[in-house]
């Protein structure tokens, strides 16, 4: 698949996810100083950058965890603001670098918490969604443990299920493997792939740059806070025109 | 005699009383006694032979006397025991409508505003010692010792008015207390009121004897407070007729253990209806010394193991049940405490805290005698129990509030930020997420906070609950063996306390895979 890059005006209306000119400050800091950004219904953006480039911040602002200091995020036309909020974040899963689960409920509750108590299913209804969840990342046996009995690797599949659990049109992903062991790394990117390449669409904060080649439709650069660079994955990663790009994925792809 | 004098502790209070803008009492207490058809007289009954506890009654000479006015009048009296600290206060907020404790008649006391009815005791401080402990004769050779006494009793003022330095006057809570300081010879000397000292020395202070001789003489009267002239005057006319019938003779012959001095019989009969008594602590007026009788041989009566069991663990059940009662709203009321003060919208956190603040920045005792004496003046009358167990809930939620705060906060804000990016809003993350892991978290302060609480229940004593460490008080007065009593509610509390921590310990293992990762 191909995106063709828009101007943003001409593709906010058709867009699932729009950004405009957001900006977000921590005191004196401007950690993101103006982002436009429009997401297409299935895309797959990969969004590389160094720590502190504003990735996280970005994802946070889109689902408000973060309130942007300026600037607007529409989700399917509709303005995204604290009084609805709650419920698009329905709409919009997240999965965190540090997965977050809750270390008091088990795999499988884990899972059907937010269903059963945000959108009202029924236990059975869920407990059936939840088992299908844990099949696709492969961890159905480990249903009634709890988290702390699980590996980085594996509490991260989780995350996933559980974000998914809500069936969400967008899932947010925050450097979802930097936290891993580097041997766990992969079994997390093989779900991601999967996701990827069923459709859905997906904002992923990452530094793995094969993913990013290989699943994303779109790469972007985040630069102190701007969006440096963007374009196909081959025309970013293989082919950078801005020498801040190519000094960062020097960096990255020698280490 | 018994405490005369306000400490400053019930002078603060009183001053809170009057800027208060109502009345000190809804009704007079004439009005209560019609009302309810009986008299309630507040007392501290750990003063044998006066008033003290026995086979779970108050029983002793001001008991006896008591009924026997109250048969004249045609009104019954109902005894309550208290500690002595809650006694008088009790009169001001119309919990009670009289005191006979022993108390002593002084004109500091009548300028408060307490109305005393004629004397019906005559009385004097005397001076216990060690067995054969010749330095000490008269209260002049106490100057360079040390004297305990009870604190705020006469026996405090009679050594101050000899020149015994304060800092040589050792003040406790009780009497027996003291006597056991010169026992084991931490002090050399206890001055006391005769009759107490020379009931008490016989029956549990073997090594101890008295001096000889009354120091001090003063006289006892029932007291009420102000404006009640008329309770006042039926009750001078009772006690007349029953000084003059013999009845009176017969109650102090039954308690007074040494022979009736006659010499207080006749003080007493020097006072006429006007109730102006004979001499007060600081006249010159004083009545010459009763002579007194010998003392004998200390009596030998071991309570039995159910004789003290059972009234301990009637008073353990009310110590459960106030512990019990409290945190069942101490807890709830302490996470809404702790979650207003968390609050992002600045007057409810700040309400929270000043609360938070004020609780913590006094004391318990302060709180709970404000609860029961000080609210009825804004005619909110609480009855005993309930003015415990909401004093203690307020207490404990403020520091209930602080655990809650503590353990939410250390909660990573990850947990928070999982829940609301899964739709959750706060009030669910709240509930599903944050405060279950926030539960087992607090679960060793929480316990630590049941069990001090468990124990800070004696404090409500001062307002007639007959808890366990009140019921072992009043045994211990009358046993003749304390230690054996305080002994066994040691045992008790350990009792109480022990499946509270089990209880947690048993909780901590079963959460122990959940509180990993």
Redo the contacts between chains.
């Keep these: 698949m191909q995106f063709p890059s828009l101007s943003p005006s001409d593709s906010a209306l058709d867009s699932v996810l729009s950004v405009q000119d957001l900006r977000k400050s921590f005191g004196s800091n401007e950690v993101l100083k103006g982002i436009n950004l429009n997401v297409k219904e299935g895309e797959v953006i990969a969004m590389i950058g160094a720590s502190g480039s504003g990735k996280s911040t970005l994802l946070r602002c889109i689902?408000r965890?973060e309130t942007p200091t300026s600037g607007e995020i529409r989700y399917r036309n509709q303005p995204v603001s604290n009084d609805n909020v709650?419920?698009l974040?329905?709409e919009i899963?997240?999965v965190?670098q540090?997965f977050?689960?809750?270390?008091?409920l088990t795999v499988l509750q884990n899972l059907t918490?937010?269903p059963l108590?945000?959108?009202h299913k029924t236990q059975t209804e869920m407990h059936t969604r939840a088992m299908e969840l844990l099949e696709r990342v492969q961890l159905a046996e480990k249903a009634n443990a709890?988290?702390?009995?699980?590996s980085g690797g594996q509490?991260q599949r989780v995350a996933i299920a559980?974000?998914l659990a809500?069936s969400p049109s967008v899932l947010l992903f925050d450097e979802p493997t930097s936290a891993l062991d580097p041997e766990l790394v992969g079994e997390v990117l093989g779900v991601m792939r999967d996701l990827a390449s069923e459709g859905r669409t997906m904002i992923v904060a990452t530094h793995e740059m094969g993913f990013a080649r290989e699943a994303a439709h779109r790469v972007i650069f985040l630069h102190a806070g701007q969006i440096h660079e963007e374009g196909t994955p081959s025309q970013v990663l293989e082919n950078p025109q801005q020498p801040r790009t190519r000094e960062f994925l020097a960096r990255v792809l020698n280490r | 005699m018994n405490v005369r004098y306000l400490s400053g502790f019930r002078v603060l209070l009183s001053s809170f009383v009057l800027a208060l803008p109502f009345s000190a009492q809804g009704q007079s207490a004439m009005q209560r006694v019609r009302l309810k058809n009986e008299v309630v007289v507040a007392t501290d009954a750990t003063y044998p032979p006066f008033e003290y506890v026995e086979n779970g009654k108050v029983i002793g000479f001001d008991v006896d006397l008591g009924a026997e006015i109250g048969k004249e009048i045609g009104i019954s009296f109902r005894f309550q025991s208290l500690e002595w600290a809650g006694v008088l206060g009790s009169l001001e907020s119309g919990k009670a409508d009289l005191v006979m404790s022993g108390v002593t008649i002084t004109q500091e006391r009548k300028q408060k505003g307490y109305l005393f009815s004629r004397p019906y005791f005559l009385s004097g401080q005397t001076i216990a010692r060690r067995k054969g402990d010749t330095r000490i004769a008269h209260l002049s050779d106490l100057k360079d010792k040390v004297a305990s006494v009870q604190q705020e009793t006469t026996g405090q003022i009679a050594l101050e008015k000899a020149g015994v330095p304060k800092d040589h006057i050792l003040k406790f809570d009780q009497l027996q207390d003291g006597l056991t300081d010169v026992q084991n010879r931490k002090s050399d000397a206890a001055v006391a009121d005769l009759p107490a000292l020379t009931r008490i020395l016989k029956r549990s202070f073997p090594d101890l004897e008295l001096v000889g001789g009354v120091e001090v003489s003063e006289n006892v009267g029932i007291v009420a407070w102000k404006g009640e002239t008329e309770l006042i005057a039926r009750v001078n006319k009772a006690l007349e007729r029953i000084m003059a019938d013999g009845r009176y003779a017969a109650i102090h012959a039954k308690w007074i253990e040494e022979r009736l001095p006659l010499s207080t019989l006749a003080g007493l009969e020097k006072v006429k209806g006007d109730g102006s008594p004979v001499s007060e602590i600081g006249s010159d007026n004083q009545v010459a010394p009763p002579t007194l009788g010998a003392v004998s041989s200390p009596l030998s009566s071991r309570l039995t193991v159910s004789e003290i069991l059972k009234p301990l663990v009637r008073g353990a059940s009310l110590t459960l049940q106030l512990t019990f009662y409290t945190l069942l709203f101490g807890v709830p009321v302490g996470l809404i405490v702790a979650l207003m003060r968390m609050s992002v919208i600045k007057p409810i956190s700040l309400i929270a805290s000043v609360y938070v603040e004020i609780i913590r920045g006094t004391p318990l005792l302060m709180q709970i005698y404000v609860i029961y004496f000080v609210l009825p003046s804004i005619h909110i009358n609480l009855n005993a129990f309930i003015s415990g167990v909401l004093a203690l809930s307020l207490n404990a939620a403020a520091y209930i509030s602080e655990i809650f705060r503590a353990g939410i906060e250390s909660i990573d804000s990850g947990q928070m930020e999982a829940a609301k990016a899964l739709g959750m809003d706060y009030r669910t993350a709240m509930r599903y997420v944050i405060l279950p892991q926030t539960v087992r978290r607090i679960l060793p302060p929480m316990t630590n906070e049941a069990v001090s609480l468990l124990k800070d229940t004696s404090l409500v004593s001062v307002v007639a609950l007959a808890e366990i460490m009140r019921v072992g008080k009043e045994l211990a007065t009358n046993s003749g063996e304390p230690t054996r009593i305080y002994l066994t509610i040691a045992v008790v509390y350990l009792v109480l306390t022990l499946p509270l921590t089990m209880l947690t310990r048993f909780l901590e293992q079963k959460w122990k895979p959940v509180s990993r990762g």
């Excluded at chain 1, 977050?100 to 008091?104: A, N």
Aim: glycine share 6%; proline share 7%; aromatic share 10%.
């Design positions: 689902n965890l709650t419920k974040r329905r899963g997240m965190f540090r977050h689960l809750f270390p008091h918490l937010a108590k945000v959108l709890f988290p702390g009995e699980l509490q559980r974000a809500l």
